[in-house]
């Protein structure tokens, strides 16, 4: 079975910092998916970030970044030059190659403050 | 119009009353997914379907059912609604593997239910 451990449940940072959301994971698989997805305050589920095991090179979408740590099973997610936008729930989620979608972690809230 | 559509967006019940949770979707995807989010426990996956004739069980489907009714639709029923199905549920759909947007999920905007 595939597990994602966030063990952060909230932070809180102030605005234009920047933070970094921690996130591990358990598979057999050698060739897998994680990602990071946001839920603001309107609870819509957004794709932040999408990274494929089997690419070295670290994801990077404008102001988000992953540090993907093969070898340690780590996935954090930094976030530079916060707003307040920002703040919502952040989930990290895996995708181990099964036939049944994303195994999802517990979430961190993330707090930006002004 | 959004990709993925779930009715009604909230929903209050009493215990024992049969609910219908509905999703549309107009990304063309055969996968389609129910999802159930806690506080504090993520989201949690209750059926998957990957096209209308294959329903599959997920972690928690216990006191759920599900239909597929079209390669677009796919409802997620509480039989006899208790307090603690009382959650936020999100359908979903995804890319089959291998193509450039493969394994993302498109969630709709979820459905809160509240069982009293």
Same mark, same amino acid.
């Not at chain 2, 215990?15 to 509905?22: C, H, N, S, V």
């Given at each position: ?37 946001? &839920? ?7 794709? $932040?970030?999408? +990274?494929? #095991?089997? *690419?070295? &090179? ?7 970044? $992953?540090?993907? +740590?093969? #070898?340690? *099973? ?41 | ?116």
């Amino acid at each position: 079975a595939q597990t994602v451990t966030q063990s952060q449940p909230e932070m809180s940072v102030q605005e234009a910092e920047t933070v970094t959301l921690s996130c591990t994971y358990d598979t057999s698989e050698s060739n897998y998916y994680l990602f990071w997805y946001k &839920q603001p305050p309107s609870r819509q589920m957004i794709l $932040v970030i999408r +990274q494929e #095991a089997y *690419k070295q &090179q670290n994801a990077t979408e404008n102001r988000f970044s $992953v540090n993907f +740590q093969k #070898a340690a *099973k780590s996935f954090s997610l930094k976030i530079s030059d916060s707003q307040l936008g920002d703040t919502a729930m952040y989930f990290c989620a895996l995708d181990g190659g099964g036939a049944d979608g994303l195994t999802f972690g517990k979430g961190t809230h993330l707090i930006i403050q002004p | 119009d959004a990709d993925v559509t779930q009715t009604p967006r909230n929903r209050i019940t009493k215990t024992g009353k049969r609910i219908m949770l509905e999703c549309s979707q107009t990304k063309g995807h055969d996968r389609m997914y129910w999802y159930r989010q806690d506080p504090g426990l993520g989201l949690r996956l209750i059926y998957y379907s990957f096209d209308v004739k294959d329903i599959n069980k997920g972690e928690i489907s216990d006191g759920y059912s599900v239909s597929r009714q079209a390669q677009a639709k796919f409802s997620l029923s509480l039989e006899s609604a208790i307090p603690n199905q009382t959650a936020l549920y999100f359908c979903a759909t995804s890319a089959p593997p291998g193509g450039s947007g493969a394994n993302v999920l498109t969630f709709g905007a979820g459905s809160r239910l509240t069982v009293l």
